[in-house]
């Protein structure tokens, strides 16, 4: 089928709107008619470079739409309505076998290949192969993806948010709920202010903390995370120690985990330096590849002082995933504050300058025909 997408045609280059074959699901996989994308500062780490992705590809990885076909052996039904997620797991392999099925040790190399989990792809354009991006490829009409990429939804439940929940809000929440397991009554503070710190702070203060301290550059960043249930704020300082410092004085003896959002190495020392004793920074966003961290080594013995990494906020998509939604239901996620701009495929490139410019929070594009 003929399809309407935004391609990168190689690093560094603008997207641009093409017609693509989208061939039909192999074994094992489905055809889904996206409603919704969420536009994601990781797309951006593609275009850049910080993240290598083979070239030509269509990128987004936030995605919901309606299952419009199927192929050999899927266990999905036309007419579901999925959320999507960018982390399939083959189920057997040893991360698996240990629960870490977002880390599975089959998916992650062959994602950064750019095909499907069989290591080939669906799109081509005039007969030479497009790539997908973390199996999705959600900036087109439609997508054919792996059935473990797909988490079934309530009919009811809205597709813009569920668009969301498939990354920025569930490596936000997870990060506060699976990695760090907050607790009522503890101390957060989360760095950076968008998208996912937006929803790490909502997060946080759903699990009944008591203090969540938002910590940005950004004046218009920090209204934000007020907004979206902040509970203080700390404006960057220039440097990680007076930053941490900033943070403890705040809160008095500091925060029991720091939540790191922006993929910056001083940022996540200003972290380190914000919790209290046993405290954790726990670091979830994408760095260079070649970027180090440095913390004080004495506050490992001393305070026990913790360092956690977050991938996908430790999840589990088909557990996770309903269960915000239905939490969103409720009104304790109040996950529509993160949508800021609605906008049309053919305006993908200012998605990503209004990114640049600290001018959104999350930005969506409308698929809809």
């Known amino acids: 089928m003929k399809i309407r997408a935004a391609v990168l045609p190689a690093t560094g280059q603008a997207l641009e709107i093409q017609e693509l074959d989208l061939a039909p699901p192999g074994p094992q996989e489905v055809l889904v008619r996206l409603a919704w994308s969420g536009v994601c500062h990781s797309d951006q780490n593609a275009i850049d470079g910080t993240s290598p992705t083979p070239c030509p590809s269509v990128l987004g990885h936030e995605g919901a739409g309606v299952i419009e076909a199927i192929g050999p052996g899927s266990r999905m ?4 309505h999925v959320a999507l997620s960018w982390a399939p797991s083959c189920g057997v392999c040893e991360e698996c076998a240990r629960g870490l099925r977002h880390l599975c040790g089959t998916a992650w190399p062959a994602m950064g290949k750019g095909g499907l989990m069989d290591g080939t792809s669906r799109l081509s354009h005039g007969g030479e192969t497009v790539f997908h991006n973390s199996f999705l490829s959600t900036f087109a009409e439609a997508c054919v993806v792996p059935d473990a990429s797909c988490v079934v939804i309530p009919d009811d439940a809205p597709l813009d948010v569920a668009s969301i929940v498939g990354c920025a809000v569930t490596t936000g929440i997870g990060a506060v709920w699976n990695t760090a397991n907050v607790r009522p009554g503890e101390r957060v503070a989360v760095f950076g202010c968008g998208g996912v710190g937006l929803s790490a702070i909502m997060g946080a203060r759903a699990a009944g903390a008591a203090h969540v301290i938002a910590v ?3 004046d218009k960043k920090l ?8 509970t203080g704020t700390v404006q960057w300082q220039g440097s990680a120690e007076e930053t941490g410092a900033a943070v403890m004085a705040l809160t008095g003896t ?5 939540i790191e959002a922006t993929g910056r190495p001083e940022v996540a020392t200003a972290c380190f330096l914000s919790t209290r004793a046993r405290g954790a920074a726990v670091l979830i966003s994408i760095p260079h590849p070649d970027a180090q961290v440095t913390f004080p080594a004495l506050s490992f013995p001393r305070m ?4 956690l990494g977050s991938e996908y906020g430790s999840c589990v998509p088909h557990y996770d995933f309903p269960m915000i939604l239905d ?10 504050k993160l949508i800021s701009h609605r906008i049309k495929l053919e305006e993908i490139n200012d998605a990503f300058a209004l990114m640049k410019d600290h001018a959104s929070r999350r ?3 409308d698929l809809r025909q």
């Open 363 to 365: 930005v969506l594009l």
């Open 304 to 307: 026990e002082r913790r360092v």
């Open 327 to 336: 939490l969103h239901r409720q009104g304790r996620l109040p996950l529509e």
């Open 254 to 258: 500091g925060v029991d985990y720091a």
């Open 77 to 80: 039904e036309v007419g579901q």
């Open 216 to 218: 940005d550059l950004s």
């Open 223 to 230: 209204a934000d995370a007020i907004d979206c249930g902040a």
